[in-house]
């Protein structure tokens, strides 16, 4: 036996035995591995002990205990190994191994296997389900196996009560240098008191630009075929929407949505809302589509010989804000200060309880779009099978890569202004509706924060493909995606009167049949 062989079957060894110990986590509990007494014993996992010593170790961790250790093995790995386009399988060994709470496993085994079989796949037989179990955790140790050994975290190191965090620059944005990742496309609150007039304002300031998206969405009203990266269309309303550093409550998401990870909900953030617009007057401007179930709330609007558009008419926002999807995708700034004046280190902001959906044929409305300067911006691909953040191509960081591998989100306790990135929620094939997760660590514990709706609730949004791709958007499709897109067309369709614009921005209706894939512009 040659010596690579050799290696490499010792590798496959050390998978296995991992795989075996995190069963034998998910059937005692991290928390009662060494409980006592008859007929139990301590559990013994000597190669997740030795991933995780190295671990915490590599992150200068003084951690008390094998069990503070391995939590902090998984709690990373986990992350990591969703970042590495895994999203689905490190949320099910996420959901056997914790509860939904801080301590993991704290029901019974068989409670979170049944919980997570109905979240998995509600039609899936008890065998069909062992088997997607026992291949997520091989492929979760498989991933440890790598990940540790490779000579660093893949993602920036968060602070930790167990060690000195970094002093951050001035504005509280620490950068963390790129990593190399393991394998190819990587692993990887202000004062309570804040005023609302200062929320506004912090949007504001983040949202004058982004003319790249208003750019393409007159492309889109235009059907010309221009067109950069076509990074969705950048929808902006006057409104903003927070979540004062109030714990949400979170809908047990129903069968066939992808669950968000199993974090305890925090207060530690406020978090706020508002989409790209003038900071003095923001415009409402809206690119969206109706299911054909909506019609009729829309009868009265389509009877209209005209619909103004900018700003838009109060009844079609309204309409938009609560049954509408935003076509191509669209894009928020998401605001973030301290609740409670500590420094929250932001690790992760993702869509999650992501249901696909038929794509809204019933009605579209194409108004323009405004923007202004630059935030920082991350993007996510909704047709993707695990949609992280990534740098888009005008960014901080190299196109395509994961945005937390390379670049870090501080939030500092004294900073009134906090922190704020544009997150572009993009897809060229589909329907979706979604939420948006924003997870970070305060003294070293895992919270997450749902980005919230008009009413303080957890948010939901709507996106929808455009039935004619935006250019930058197009090459996305596939053959068979693209001849399915072309059959589709509206069954109305409104869009600027451009022969009268001297007269104001409004909204007539124009031919649904030249609106579409294989038409002039299209």
């Given at each position: ?30 928390d009662d591995l060494d409980k006592k007494g008859r007929p139990q014993k301590p559990v013994e996992v000597p190669f997740l002990e030795e991933l995780a010593q190295a671990h915490c170790g590599r992150l200068g961790l ?410 930058g958007l197009k090459p996305r499709l596939g053959e068979d995606e693209l001849a399915a897109l072309g059959r589709l067309r509206y069954k109305n369709l409104r869009a600027v009167d451009r022969d009268n614009i001297d ?20």
């Amino acid at each position: 036996m040659s010596g690579d062989e050799g290696a490499a079957g010792r590798r496959r060894a050390k998978i296995k035995s991992v795989s075996t110990e995190l069963k034998r986590v998910r059937l005692r509990g991290i928390d009662d591995l060494d409980k006592k007494g008859r007929p139990q014993k301590p559990v013994e996992v000597p190669f997740l002990e030795e991933l995780a010593q190295a671990h915490c170790g590599r992150l200068g961790l003084r951690l008390h205990g094998r069990i503070a250790q391995l939590r902090r093995l998984l709690e990373d790995g986990l992350h990591a190994y969703a970042d590495a386009g895994n999203e689905r399988q490190s949320d099910l060994v996420e959901s056997l191994l914790f509860d939904g709470d801080r301590y993991m496993n704290a029901r019974h085994a068989a409670s979170l296997v049944a919980k997570a079989q109905r979240k998995m796949d509600a039609e899936a037989s008890a065998q069909r389900f062992e088997t997607r179990r026992d291949l997520a955790f091989d492929g979760f140790a498989d991933f440890l196996v790598a990940w540790p050994d490779e000579g660093g975290d893949p993602r920036p190191t968060p602070p930790s009560s167990c060690e000195e965090p970094e002093a951050a620059p001035a504005g509280g944005r620490v950068e963390a240098p790129a990593v190399v990742p393991p394998e190819p496309g990587g692993p990887g609150d202000t004062a309570s008191g804040l005023r609302p007039a200062r929320r506004r304002a912090l949007l504001a300031g983040a949202s004058v630009s982004l003319a790249v998206a208003a750019l393409l969405s007159w492309q889109v009203m235009a059907r010309g075929d221009g067109g950069e990266d076509g990074h969705g269309t950048n929808p902006a309303a006057r409104s903003s929407h927070t979540s004062a550093g109030r714990a949400q409550k979170e809908p047990e998401p129903p069968a066939g949505k992808s669950s968000s990870t199993q974090l305890p909900t925090g207060d530690d953030l406020e978090v706020t809302y508002g989409f790209p617009g003038f900071p003095s007057d923001f415009f409402d401007t809206y690119t969206a589509a109706f299911q054909e179930k909506d019609l009729g709330a829309l009868k009265e609007l389509l009877a209209r010989p005209r619909i103004a558009a900018a700003p838009a008419d109060p009844a079609l926002t309204k309409l938009i804000e609560a049954r509408g999807y935003f076509l191509s995708g669209m894009k928020f700034n998401i605001s973030l200060t301290s609740a409670k004046g500590n420094t929250v280190d932001v690790v992760r902001i993702r869509p999650v309880n992501i249901e696909r959906d038929e794509i809204p044929v019933g009605a579209a409305f194409l108004l323009p779009s405004q923007g202004g300067d630059d935030v920082r911006q991350m993007s996510f691909d909704m047709d993707s099978e695990s949609p992280i953040a990534r740098h888009p191509a005008i960014g901080e960081g190299p196109e395509g890569a994961p945005f937390f591998q390379s670049s870090r989100i501080v939030v500092e306790g004294g900073d009134e202004a906090g922190e704020a990135v544009a997150a572009d929620f993009s897809t060229v094939a589909s329907a979706y509706t979604f939420q948006v997760a924003v997870e970070y660590r305060v003294d070293g514990e895992s919270y997450r924060q749902l980005v919230p709706g008009l009413d303080g609730e957890p948010g939901t949004f709507r996106i929808a493909a455009n039935l004619c791709p935006l250019p930058g958007l197009k090459p996305r499709l596939g053959e068979d995606e693209l001849a399915a897109l072309g059959r589709l067309r509206y069954k109305n369709l409104r869009a600027v009167d451009r022969d009268n614009i001297d007269q104001g921005y409004s909204l007539i209706a124009q031919d649904p049949g030249g609106h579409g894939v294989g038409e002039e512009g299209c």
